[in-house]
């Protein structure tokens, strides 16, 4: 499996972006998908995930009401829609996917990674 997360860029606060992440592969071989963040000088820290077949959902506390991930089966494709963005957001972001992850939230669950797409937010 293969993950190319797109979608970064330079937005002032309160702003929006929208990431996605292209899969390749068969979708059988990843049952949760999500994206991660890692500011500089800090640890990845998980953002939101996605189960692939339900769509069930699960997000940071901190993203909660701003961000809204979603996924399209038919494209293989995730998205993260970022709305009322904040300094604090300021990081690269990943993709990535999950077989039969007991914890969503844990980065060891998570077998395929993207290469990471930079957000920057400007006070």
């Known amino acids: 499996v293969q993950l190319q997360a797109s979608g970064g860029g330079l937005v002032q606060f309160g702003g929006s972006l929208k990431l996605s992440c292209a899969a390749s592969g068969p979708t059988s071989t990843y049952y949760v998908m999500g994206w991660w963040r890692q500011a500089p000088g800090k640890n990845r820290e998980f953002v939101s995930a996605?189960?692939?077949?339900?769509?069930?959902?699960t997000y940071t506390d901190s993203v909660k009401g701003r961000f809204t991930i979603s996924r399209d089966t038919t494209k293989k494709t995730m998205y993260l829609q970022m709305n009322s963005l904040k300094p604090e957001d300021t990081a690269v972001y990943y993709c990535?996917?999950?077989?039969?992850?007991?914890?969503?939230?844990?980065?060891?669950?998570?077998?395929?990674w993207g290469q990471g797409t930079q957000v920057t937010v400007s006070s």
């Open positions: 990535a996917a999950a077989q039969h992850p007991i914890r969503v939230t844990s980065a060891l669950e998570y077998t395929y």
């Open positions: 996605i189960t692939w077949t339900g769509g069930s959902t």
